[in-house]
C-alpha cells in the first residue's frame, strides 16, 4: 500500500486533534493521586495510544496526518495540564519522528515510521550515569559469534516503560556512534523504574539493563551529529520540555481557582465574606491568570519559529541541498528556544510559588499535593544549565558568537 493509500485510511488532522480535549479529560483523573502514591499511568498511555495522536508530525507524503510543531506543542501542552508526567514521557517518541521526517528518507526511517503509523510508540536512551561527563557513551556491542549483543546499562530512559520500541545510543563493535532501534520485550532488554528524581516521578526516566540483548545487524542506525536536521531537533527537544511546563502552570491556574472556590476561607481580618470576594486572593489569582497566558503566548511564538525551520528542512531535504536560508533558521529556531526556556523556568516557579498565597495552611495539605508542580518544574528546568544558556545567549548578542547554538546539544 503506497503512502497516498494510506493517509486516506488514517484519520485526518483535524479528527485527531478533535480527540485531543476528551483524552486530556480522561488522562487527568485520578493524575495528582498517581503522582502521590507513586502508580506509573499505564492506562494514560492505553488511551493515548488508542486516539492516533502518536502519528502526529508525519507528513501525509508519508503516510501521516502531517500537523505543525505548534499543534504538537498545544498537544504536549495540554497533556501536561492533565498529568505532566505522561506529556514529558512521550518526548523520545516525538522526537525521533522529527529527526525522520526532516532527513531525507531511507530505509530505516521509512520502517520506524510505519511502525509509529501502525500505533507504536518509542523510547530509548542516550546518557549513562558515572561517566566523566554528561553524554559520554560507554556501552558497546560485542561479537559473540555471529552475533551482536549488547551488555550494559543506560539512564534517563524516559516513557520507554510504555513504548514498543527503543532507540538506545552505543558503539559498534569498532568503538563508532552508532544508534540501535530494538523491540523493548526483546529477552535480554530490563527496564527498571528506578528514577529517583522529586519530580517528574512517573516519566519511567530511570534504567535499562542489558544481558546478552541480541541486537541485528539491521538495527544499527548511523548518522551524523552535527547536521542541520540534529539541530532542529534539539531545539523542538528543549521547546517540548517548554510546553510541559506550560501545562503544568495551566494546572496551577486551575488548582488555585479549584481551591479558592471550593476550600478556601478568607483570613480572620479579611472583610470579605468569601475567599473568591478578598481582594488579595483575587489578585493571587489574576496573577497566575497572566502567568499561564504569557507562557502561552511565548511557546507558541516559539513553535511558528521552529515550524519554518522544519519547513525548510523538510524542502531541503527532498531538494538534496542545504540552503544557507535554513542554517539561519535553524540558527534562529535555536537561540529563540534558549530565551524562551529562560524566561518560561522564571514565570513558571514563581506561579508555583504563588499559588500558596491563595490559601492558608491548609493549602499545603497532602491530600491537595500542590507541591508536586514545584517539584516538577523544578526537575524539568534542571535538565540543562539555564545559567550557561544565559551566557551564551549573551554572548551571540554582545560579540556574535554561535558556537554553542550550533552544537545541537542543549540550545
Known amino acids: ?113 510505519a511502525r509509529v503509523r501502525e500505533g507504536a510508540l518509542f523510547g530509548g536512551a542516550f546518557t549513562e550515569l558515572g561517566t566523566p561527563k554528561s553524554g559520554t557513551v560507554t556501552t558497546a556491542l560485542e561479537r559473540d559469534g555471529d552475533r551482536l549483543v549488547l551488555n550494559g546499562r543506560k539512564y534517563y530512559a524516559t516513557g520507554t516503560a510504555f513504548s514498543d520500541y527503543a532507540s538506545i545510543a552505543v558503539r559498534d563493535p569498532e568503538g563508532r556512534d552508532v544508534a540501535i532501534v530494538v523491540p523493548t520485550r526483546r529477552e535480554g532488554l530490563h527496564v527498571k523504574d528506578d528514577w529517583d528524581g522529586m519530580g517528574q516521578r512517573l516519566t519511567a526516566s530511570g534504567s535499562l539493563e542489558f544481558e546478552g540483548l541480541e541486537v541485528h545487524a539491521d538495527e544499527l542506525v548511523y548518522g551524523s551529529p552535527k547536521t542541520l536536521q540534529r539541530r532542529h531537533a534539539s531545539s523542538l527537544r528543549q521547546l517540548y520540555l517548554v510546553a510541559v511546563a506550560a501545562g503544568i502552570v495551566r494546572n496551577i491556574f486551575a488548582d488555585a481557582l479549584d481551591y479558592v472556590r471550593h476550600h478556601a476561607r478568607p483570613a480572620a481580618h479579611s472583610p470579605a465574606d468569601s475567599a473568591a470576594q478578598d481582594h488579595f486572593t483575587q489578585w493571587v489569582v489574576g496573577d497566575l491568570a497572566t502567568a499561564t497566558h504569557a507562557v502561552d503566548a511565548l511557546v507558541a511564538d516559539n513553535a511558528r519559529r521552529l515550524d519554518r525551520s522544519a519547513q525548510a528542512l523538510r524542502h531541503d531535504a527532498a531538494t538534496d541541498q542545504e540552503s544557507e536560508r535554513t542554517r539561519q533558521l535553524v540558527l534562529e529556531g535555536a537561540l529563540a528556544t534558549a530565551k524562551t526556556q529562560l524566561a518560561v523556568s522564571r514565570i513558571a516557579l514563581q506561579a508555583a510559588e504563588r499559588l500558596f498565597e491563595a490559601g492558608g495552611a491548609s493549602a499545603t495539605s497532602r491530600r491537595h499535593n500542590f507541591d508536586r508542580h514545584w517539584r516538577n518544574l523544578r526537575t524539568i528546568f534542571n535538565h540543562n544549565p539555564l545559567q550557561q544558556k544565559a551566557r551564551v545567549i549573551g554572548d551571540h548578542h554582545l560579540n556574535g558568537t554561535t558556537t554553542h547554538l550550533e552544537e545541537g546539544k542543549v540550545f
Open 1 to 113: 500500500m503506497n503512502a497516498p493509500d494510506r493517509a486516506a485510511l488514517a484519520p485526518d488532522l483535524q479528527t485527531l486533534l478533535d480527540r485531543l480535549p476528551a483524552l486530556a479529560m480522561a488522562i487527568a483523573q485520578g493524575a495528582s493521586q498517581r503522582e502521590r502514591d507513586r502508580v506509573l499511568p499505564f492506562e494514560a498511555f492505553a488511551l493515548f495510544r488508542a486516539s492516533g495522536l502518536g502519528a502526529l508530525r508525519v507528513p501525509p507524503e508519508r503516510g501521516g496526518p502531517g500537523g505543525s510543531v505548534e499543534d504538537l506543542i498545544e498537544v504536549v501542552a495540554t497533556l501536561a495540564a492533565a498529568d505532566s508526567n505522561v506529556a514529558h514521557a512521550l518526548r523520545i517518541h516525538y522526537n525521533a519522528i522529527e529527526l525522520w521526517t526532516t532527513a531525507p528518507p531511507d530505509a530505516n526511517s521509512e520502517l520506524q515510521l
